[in-house]
């Protein structure tokens, strides 16, 4: 009876440790894939400065000039009027995307619920 | 026997294994017990680190919101030359790539450093070309460098930076403290591969990313007045000039221009005199176009009738020693026609009805002696000696531009406070400092410094610059279907000698329109054009191109904003 018991209780802690221990391991998983994400925004924060400038610089009128003297188009002017017209367009409708649900368990043990079997050899 | 034996054996394996795990426990508990702060630091050492958050620079934008100035990402390259084996061979292949010459390169590599940049801030076929070869000794660290996409446009406002994005002149260095906004740091955990283990991050301070200016120019109107400029800079075959476009009533600057200009990507590789903003920095003798000063005291003391003639003494006019001449002879001129015809012994006889104390004060009222406030670093005050210290002929001289220094944007808001109606506004660069796209942190509006003259007296002598135009000296910048207003100038420079040049002028034209609205005022002058030297001949058709353009541009987008209302 108390042989058992104390197996019993062994049991428990060592169960309650696994748990802790992969608390633990998501944890750095966790800071891991949110370091990645910073990488990932700063890239993008970097392509969209270098959007920016390619924007401004395509609109400068320095390059415009130089591009329309390019084409030989050298009778360049000023326009002195303009007309605005405006298009009846639909909005494009946005696309709606489906969040896939978690359960506790899978939540608990690390599990990710997917739809398909991963293949074994996977190419990066 | 053999049971001693076997007993003998197991105790000697025993005494070995015991001897071994003696061994084992005492390194145990000397590294767990008397070495483990040590050790405990050389590994906080490796693993914790300080890493500096640095600031993002702030953006520059004209007053449409066009960027002129923002930061992208670039990378500057570094060497360990502690790990290089072979020095001769991957100078070689660095000096190349980097352009940058062999013994200087070899030189640096020698250095017994860890670390030893090579370049900062290489281009992407650079780095390409550098990734290419694959060398473990050449690292790469990220920085943020300053761009300006429109290359010369408004350099000498915006300004540029040095290698660590710190401002060095115009805007850049003027409002460095708002654009350069405030580093941060925090405390890191890695891991043995270098990796942030970003819950153990401690303590952090956030950084604060610099204001972004929003300056009162306008990208198109600026393009257009810098062409206009490097045109007849090299018409003229001049020195240098510059053109001031100014909203008369609230004193924006929509376009500052200079000649010669550079490019603030590469500021280095341009000479120290191409960087000078000329029009708040050098100062010349206005010449005539300063005649509008006694021209608006007279009547705002009433020391003259609008249609009274004076004796213009057929060109020559003697004033103790001094005698002063008229380019052309004139008996009798009206007031009027005085300035229309810019006669200097009219003007000097109006002077002398004022005399010099009220002169003075005038010339004061106009701003001229003293700095207009721009928000730019580098503005000249001019010249103006106290009239306690005026010589006897000083009241001849004066009144005509001569032994006075102003700088062009004084100019440009003397005539703009005709413009507007008597009232000395103060020019602004920036419009306004935000935080982001929709905080706004301060607003810079228009200041009227004082009201120098009445309305009547403006309302005439603008009546007075409009006949310049129509039928005087400055008929060359007279605008089909466009009332316009100015003063032409021709001012002598002085020369090594100290007396005034012979063939060296500053030919000057200012003026604003249309009349009776004015959108804009805009001063044009030029620095020893030649062959011909008259403000009329050489900056009047210049007013009259870019004055022209800028009010269709103005018309284009006004017209816009009401059909996108």
Redesign the interface.
Known sequence: MKFRRMVLTIIFFTIIGLFYVNQQVK??V???K??KNKHRLDYLV?KN??L??NV??L?????L?SAVKDIGASDFK?????K?EYLNVKPIEKFVTVEPKVNLLSMLLGWESKAEAETVNKTK | MYDEKKNVRLYVVIFIFVCFFVVLFSRLIYIQFFSASELSKIAENQYDKIVKLPADRGTIYDRNYDMLALNKSVFSAYINPRQVKDKYLISEKLSEILAIPLDVLQSEIKKQRYFVWLKRHISKIQKDKLDNLDLKEVGFVKEKARFYPNDFLAAHIIGYTGIDTQGLGGIEYTFERELKGVSGYKYINTDAIQRELVYLSKRFAKSRRGHNVVLTIDKIIQYIIEDALEEAVNKWNAVGGTIIVMNPFNGEILGMANYPTFDPNSFLKYSDDSKINRAISSIFEPGSVFKIVTACAVLEEGLVEKDEELDCENGIYKIKSHRLHDYHSYSNLTFPEIIINSSNIGTVKLAQRLGQDKLYEYIRLFGFGKATGIDLCGEAEGILRDVENWSDISIASIPIGQEVGVTALQMLCAISAIANGGKLVRPLIVKRLEADENTILKKFSYSVKRRIISKQTADFVKSILEGVVEEGTGRRAKINGIKVAGKTGTAQKIDSTGRYSKTKYVASFMGFAPVENPSISVIVVIDEPSPVHFGGTVSAPVFKKVTKDILSYLKTFEDRNIVKN
């Open positions: 944890i750095v966790t800071s891991y949110i370091e970097d400065r270098e920016n400038y401004s610089r609109n400068s009128p320095c390059y000039v000023l326009s002195r009027n303009f605005v």
